[in-house]
């Protein structure tokens, strides 16, 4: 009697967890294709009949398609930095033997306890100085090399292979960099996978420093963009809305093709 | 042999160059900067001028930042307790092979991708007194909802709530991981010796999460501590600087005031603030025992 019950119970509760985490994104989906007399007659849960791409039609009509194409060319130049520089610098602390190398690496993880909120006003001053402010250079400079964190984490996946792995081809005449391309990066694939989803993620969601690094539109991305529609008189919710559901889109198809990734993120901490 | 050593050492550190330049010129000058902009008082326009320990003082006196600081200790009260338990109970219901509990899984994390500014103007629509869903759905059952965001007594809850919503499944996802780490047998013995679920929970699944629990709290805690972006667009840092968080005020102080030099002495005391309570938390954890099994 209490099994069932018990049951029930857990189902439901799990149910009512899983409704709160979609609801806000169903509430983007519905209210991004409502006309604005819909939006004003119907409850916020239930969608408009007929659907509306007025929304979309607007928003997309406007200067949003550069915006949003600033947030994929800066996103996508991010992630090939931290990828690039990342794996080189991991697979120099994992894998080859110089001296310094335990010093270095410290350095790295005490900057790891640098919180973001407290480099931003001296990276702007520095890109101020650079006179970077407001250009490409500015907006990316400070998060392309390669982030400790994404280099610690790398670091733990090259030291969890096998130590034999090069032996064979440094006997061979390979240098590092054959055996980096030819031996390790193909075992890679899983953790530098993580490591660009993880990027991606946070690039594309980034907002502090495109806030305070950019104020024309050449380099303005769609966070930035989409705070600004809560300023404007009169608030519309609809394009507001249909702003967002471009923005959460793309994060939302990641995350059903490459779930996998994102898992393993958890994983490749080292936790068990 | 030395000269080979030698050439190993150049691919060494060609391969670490950028990363390191990135190291020291976005991260550690960054923190000398910050440090000694502290002791200047400087309005951009003008040039700096050394001050001393001026700012401190000021600082020292200054209610405001002070109420920041508080709003921020009450903000991470209010998000990292809960946000924790929540993901323990749901990793816990979560780490059984029922019906459906893939896509379970996956329905949680999804807040996570979300970006922060979009589900901020969600949210903070939500919370509308008027056409918000949720006075909406309250009206339903006849309840009369307060005015959330504009109520110096509801809004910093409300906006942890967001917090909350965001980071729980991501989080679960370590406690579930950390639960499938738990030898099974360990569960099989104290089941024999006669332990109840709770001596289970209390005396095996909850120790030997330890690491875990370490894990979620100090980085949870540390992005805690910064919060920014939903601050911005839901409440601005009211009403009445209720929802003022510290680096919602740091902000505001360099980039609509451009006193950048208390701006900076406002980030020290953030920065140490973080670092107390990550130590802190070292300190904790790491006195509490772990067993080692292997």
């Known amino acids: 009697m209490t099994r069932p019950f018990r049951r029930t119970a857990l189902y439901a509760a799990l149910a009512a967890g899983a409704f709160v985490s979609v609801f806000p994104y169903l509430l983007v989906v519905l209210t991004a294709f409502k006309t604005r007399r819909q939006l004003s007659t119907t409850e916020p849960w239930l969608p408009g009949l007929p659907p509306s791409t007025a929304n979309l039609a607007e928003i997309l009509g406007g200067d949003f398609p550069r915006f949003l194409a600033n947030t994929v060319v800066m996103t996508a130049l991010l ?9 080189f610098a991991a697979y120099a602390f994992a894998r080859l033997r110089f001296r310094g190398r335990d010093a270095l690496f410290w350095l790295y993880v005490a900057t790891m306890m640098v919180p973001s909120a407290v480099t931003v006003i001296p990276l702007f001053l520095i890109m101020r100085e650079l006179e970077a402010v407001n250009t490409w250079y500015g907006l990316l400079a400070p998060y392309i090399l390669g982030t400790p964190y994404g280099i610690f984490l790398m670091r733990q996946f090259f030291k969890s292979l096998p130590g034999g792995l090069e032996e064979a081809a440094r006997i061979d005449g390979a240098g590092p960099l054959t055996i980096l391309f030819r031996i390790l990066l193909p075992l890679c694939r899983p953790a530098i996978g993580t490591l660009a989803i993880i990027t991606v993620i946070s690039s594309w969601n980034s907002f502090l420093w495109p806030l305070i690094i950019t104020s024309g539109d050449e380099t303005k991305v769609v966070t930035v963009a989409i705070s600004a529609l809560k300023v404007g008189i009169g608030v519309d919710r609809g394009l507001m809305m249909a702003g967002g559901l471009i923005a959460l889109a793309p994060m939302v198809a990641i995350f059903i093709f490459f779930q996998k990734y994102i898992v393993r993120s958890v994983v490749l901490t080292g936790l068990k | 042999m030395t000269g080979r050593r030698r050439l190993g050492d150049w ?26 902009l502290s002791l200047f008082r400087w309005e951009l326009l003008s040039a700096p001028v050394f001050v001393g320990l001026e700012n401190y003082a000021r600082l020292a006196g200054d209610g405001e930042a002070w109420h920041s600081l508080w709003v ?23 780490d059984r092979r029922i019906k459906g509990v893939r896509i379970l899984r996956s329905l949680f994390v999804i807040p996570w991708m979300a970006t922060p500014i979009v589900m901020g103007l969600v949210w903070d629509w939500i919370f509308d007194p008027r056409d918000g869903a949720l006075n909406r759905a309250l009206d339903l059952v006849g309840v009369a909802g307060p005015d959330w965001l504009s109520d110096p007594a509801w809004a910093l809850p409300a906006v942890a709530l ?30 024999t010796d006669g332990a109840t679920p709770a001596q289970r929970f209390w005396k095996i699944t909850l120790p030997l999460l330890n690491p875990t629990m370490f894990f979620v709290t100090v980085t949870n805690l540390i992005g805690a501590f910064q919060a920014f972006d939903t601050i911005f667009v839901m409440t601005d840092g009211g009403p009445g600087g209720s929802t003022d968080v510290l680096n919602f005020r740091i902000f505001g102080t360099a980039f609509r005031e451009f ?32 067993y080692d099994l292997s």
């Open chain 2, 11 to 36: 691919y060494a550190y060609l391969f670490i160059g950028p990363s390191l330049l990135g190291v020291v010129a976005f991260l550690l000058l960054p923190v000398v900067i910050v440090f000694a």
């Open chain 1, 79 to 87: 992630t090939l930095g931290q990828l690039v520089f990342t794996t």
């Open chain 2, 259 to 290: 006193d950048f030099g208390y701006a900076s002495t406002l980030s020290m005391l953030l920065f140490a603030v973080i670092l107390l309570v990550t130590l802190a938390q070292v300190r904790f954890f790491g006195r509490r025992t772990t």
């Open chain 2, 162 to 191: 967001v917090n909350i919503w965001q980071h729980t499944g991501y989080t679960m996802l370590f406690f579930l991981a950390g639960l499938q780490g738990i030898p099974k047998e360990l569960y099989d013995a104290a089941a």
């Open chain 2, 72 to 94: 921020t200790v009450l903000y991470v009260l209010l998000c990292i307790p809960l946000q924790t338990v929540l993901a323990l109970a749901l990793a816990l219901m979560l």
